[in-house]
């Protein structure tokens, strides 16, 4: 009888050993991992899973269901929200969202964004060294890159998990912008990119020979930032790994690849080298006396025929510079005028539409195949002017057909929205940096995995 209870005891002992070395997760890496022999080469393609690949969840993960039972449980709040139509924002709170006009639904964004706030994980990787990962620039036009980047570096941040298992999404720390200023000669100019793409291939490889987290969701709940207009080819090489990836990006051109339901478009943001963009009201919209004013490179082709129509013409209306002549001055040209022209360059995304914004200016957006960043929950079409590449002619009768009263409401919107554009240190809630977090977060929660 004895021995009959030893023998009991000792193999519920293996059962409990057994599942805990089932649960760890240095056994959860990928089946395709325990085909791969010792003395084979182990390139990249040898760790990772296609996209196409089902994607395959253990049974008793008990971690992994955790995760995806917090975000069903979100994503049945943010649905109730919509359905009531009402949620409890305290205008003074730093949390306030109004009910107007300038977003898709008021009551399923500022929802989502509680939800994000309490529930979001992300995992940064710490493989990679700097300054090609974990950094990114802080200034000039690749601001956004590094902003983002240095905010999920900080220890104790919020949306920071402290252990794999408990994150929703994972971030591949690498920096385009940073790769191209340390890496790039100009005498590889055509073979650069995939030197860039080989960077993000390696470093895939590494993490899903270490960790089991991409193989087991394809990639789906990783992610990656880049405001360098190389950034969208990264992951253009490679398209069977890289399908499922969420990419953020400044350059979200339709025609390049980006895809509006997985990719995220964040701002481009010209961040000056003596500190943060300065965010203000600008000339009160009855005291300005411009229609309309852009100054800047005559490169792309939009910026061509915007030149062609509009360009160094003696227009006071509409002003258009390629360099701004002597003794005037950029910032009081933005503010004293009604509408800011904000046309594609060599690439569909600028920083003229913060810019604007910042000052009160309405963003008038002549581009194509661009998505608006953050068009999730902020309709453009209330606090800005969209117009066509092939009507810049018309551009003077189009903005002096709108209505006075019309502009006063947009200009209105423009201050209410400067908040999502603005760049603090530390990040405040729904600036620009949490702004690019619930787009990410939207995404995750769109990725069913269980």
Known sequence: MAAATKLTITITLLAFLLLIVYLSPINQT?????????????????????????????????????????????????????????????????????????????????????????????????????????IGPMKSI?????????????????????????????????????????????????????????IFEDYIGVIAQKYPYWNRSNGADHFYVSCHDWGPHASQRNSKVFKNVIRVLCNANTSEGFVPNRDVSMTE????????????????????????FFAGGNHGY???????????????????????????NYTELLTQSKYCLCPS???????????????????????????????????????????PVDKIPDLKRILQDIPFSKYLEMQKRVIEVQRHFMVNYPAKQFDVFHMILHSVWLRRLNIQLI
């Open 30 to 134: 990928s089946n395709l991992f325990s085909t791969v022999s010792k003395s084979q080469s182990r390139s990249t393609s040898r760790f990772l899973q296609h996209a196409d690949t089902p994607v395959m969840i253990k049974k008793y993960d008990v971690r992994f269901r955790r995760i995806e039972d917090q975000l069903a449980k979100s994503r049945g709040r943010i649905q109730q929200a919509i359905v009531d139509k009402s949620f409890a924002s305290t205008q003074n709170s730093e949390g306030f969202i109004s009910e107007g006009a300038t977003y898709r639904n008021s009551a399923a964004f500022f929802q989502s964004h509680t939800e994000m706030m309490k529930t979001f994980k992300i995992w940064t990787y710490k493989e990679g060294e700097i300054p090609l990962a974990h």
């Open 142 to 198: 690749y601001s956004s890159e590094g902003l983002f980047i240095e905010e999920m570096e900080k220890k104790g941040y919020f949306v920071s998990a402290n252990h794999p298992d408990e994150a929703h999404a994972f971030l591949i720390p690498l920096s385009v912008a940073e790769i191209v200023h340390y890496l790039f000669r100009p005498s590889e100019i055509i073979t650069f990119r995939g030197r860039i793409q080989d």
């Open 269 to 292: 943001i010209n961040a000056p080298y003596n500190g943060i963009p300065i965010v203000s009201g600008g000339q009160s919209p009855y005291n300005r006396s411009i229609l309309a």
């Open 302 to 328: 939009v910026r061509k025929k915007l030149f062609e129509s509009w360009g160094n013409k003696e227009d006071n209306d509409i002003q258009v510079y390629d360099y701004l002549p002597k003794g005037m």
């Open 345 to 387: 360059g060599y690439e569909v995304a600028s920083a003229r539409a913060p810019e604007a914004i910042y000052v009160g200016c309405v963003p008038v957006m002549i581009k194509s195949n661009y998505v608006l960043p953050y068009s999730d929950v902020l309709d453009w079409s209330q606090f800005s002017v969209q117009v």
